[in-house]
């Protein structure tokens, strides 16, 4: 699993009313790959650790790290990352880590990357790896929120769409901003079916998100012809 290190919190960012992207240096950072994560251990004075884990959600940048955090009801760690961890305080990680959920530059099929909520993290690395990358396969990242409140790497999503090759789509459940032609409601079989992303031409897939969520859009996926051996998945709560 590796071993603990310090990192020193440097910046935060907000995404949403509540979820924040922390910028982290960390001395001596390896590098990692797009998809990859860290595990986070806060030490209480009396002894008490909690461990939670947490997506990149950044390309690599040197000693530089992201990760971006939805506080959770009730949760130990969370709304503590979210907004008490105070810049300057230093915080133990432990990684990268994961080799399976990760996307590699070298790969050259297009890509179709579908997030729930959260889940969004890792695939925005992807995403964002591919797009300083001076050429590549095509990408879409067909991303599934309640509300446009709950956007995450708003600004940071609407520059990568400018570039050739890379799209996003957005699915809303409850409440869809003024303009959406797509009615709210869950994710269904046509948003997933996409003419550049046929089953044909045998692009990567990677899903992010709910266990419920992830379950539903891997089954779209191989029913819509989708390799399983090609559709990777990455699930939580």
Do not use: K
């Amino acid at each position: 699993m590796g071993n603990w290190t310090t990192a020193q919190l440097v910046s935060r960012t907000e995404e949403s009313d509540t979820a924040r992207t922390l910028h982290l240096q960390v001395p001596n950072w390896p590098g990692h790959l797009s998809g990859q994560h860290i595990d986070v251990r806060l030490t209480a004075d009396d002894g008490y650790q909690a461990v939670r884990s947490y997506s990149l959600s950044a390309p690599v940048d040197g000693d530089r790290i992201s990760i971006s955090v939805q506080p959770a009801p009730y949760g130990e760690v969370s709304p503590y990352l979210a907004e008490e961890f105070p810049e300057g305080a230093e915080i133990e990680i432990r990684g990268p880590l994961g080799g399976w959920f990760v996307w590699r530059p070298d790969r050259v099929e297009p890509v179709l990357l579908v997030a729930g909520g959260s889940g969004v993290a890792p695939l925005a690395a992807m995403l964002r790896t591919r797009v300083a990358q001076s050429a590549g396969p095509p990408f879409r990242l067909v991303y599934s929120l309640r509300s446009p409140q709950e956007r995450w790497f708003g600004d940071a999503l609407d520059a990568l769409t400018d570039q050739a090759g890379v799209g996003v789509d957005y699915i809303y459940t409850r409440q869809a901003p003024e303009g959406a032609t797509r009615p709210v409601g869950r994710i269904a079989e046509g948003d997933l079916r996409l003419n550049d992303f046929d089953p044909a031409v045998g692009p990567l897939c990677f899903i992010c998100g709910p266990t419920a969520f992830v379950e539903r859009c891997a089954n779209i996926l191989v029913a819509l012809g989708h390799r399983p051996d090609q559709v990777r998945t990455e699930r939580f709560g």
